[in-house]
């Protein structure tokens, strides 16, 4: 991996160092209820590898423990690691949502406080001037999912049954959870490698362009 490749911010190409690629499935009937899955991963530049985290909701009663896993982590995150960037894709309303838990919970945590928001969104349509969707982005990055591409309104119908039935998740087919679950890490594994590849395609783009 090549620093001059990765995506610059302010003129400097290593913040992926100091990131967390972010990333939450959540469920929201006229409010936010839940967040149904937290992921989060990181690049450990010793060991030169990706470390991902994932939390998911197992009933109603798990709606605040989530959020709780959520500050833990961010703040170990912060302290411990020394992460000072969160990478998303159009995070916004995932801001908008745990913000709104947090505070529905009493959960006293300030993520803008602790970390500065890179969206590839914005920092696409910046270079490009054009908008762009997730899956699109990742087609023009040539990464392959693994995992089946999951709706919002099914992703939404499951976390409403795990939250009003609570031996629905015990009853949930693992083959559900696990593709649930690994949706959400190439979600976050595909921040990662949009961000340190960022150059190459661009500049890519740029000689077909010209």
């Known amino acids: 991996m090549l620093e001059e490749n990765t995506l610059s911010i302010s003129g400097k190409n ?3 160092k100091d990131a967390l690629f972010f990333d939450l499935e959540h469920y929201i009937y006229k409010k936010p209820i839940c967040i149904g899955v937290f992921g989060c991963c990181y690049f450990d530049d010793v060991k030169n590898k990706l470390n991902v985290t994932q939390y998911m909701i ?7 423990h989530i959020l709780t896993l959520a500050k833990n982590y961010f703040q170990i995150m912060s302290s411990k690691y020394g992460k000072k960037y969160l990478v ?4 916004n309303n995932d801001f908008t949502v745990i913000n709104y838990l947090f505070e529905k919970y009493n959960i006293d945590f300030d993520i803008e406080a602790h970390f500065k928001h890179i969206d590839l969104q914005k920092e696409y349509e910046r270079e490009k001037k054009v908008c762009i969707g997730l899956k699109a982005l990742e087609k023009e990055f040539g990464i392959i999912r693994e995992s089946e591409v999951i709706s919002g309104s099914n992703l939404a119908k499951t976390f409403s049954k795990i939250v009003k039935d609570s031996s629905y998740a015990q009853r949930m087919p693992q083959e559900k ?10 979600d976050v594994v595909s921040l990662f490698e949009i961000y340190v590849n ?13």
């Open 198 to 210: 960022w150059n190459i395609v661009m500049k890519r783009d740029e000689i077909l362009e010209s």
């Open 58 to 64: 197992e009933s109603g009663k798990d709606a605040r």
């Open 88 to 91: 998303t894709f159009s995070g």
């Open 14 to 16: 290593y913040l992926f």
């Open 177 to 186: 959870r696990d593709k649930i679950l690994l949706y959400n890490e190439q």
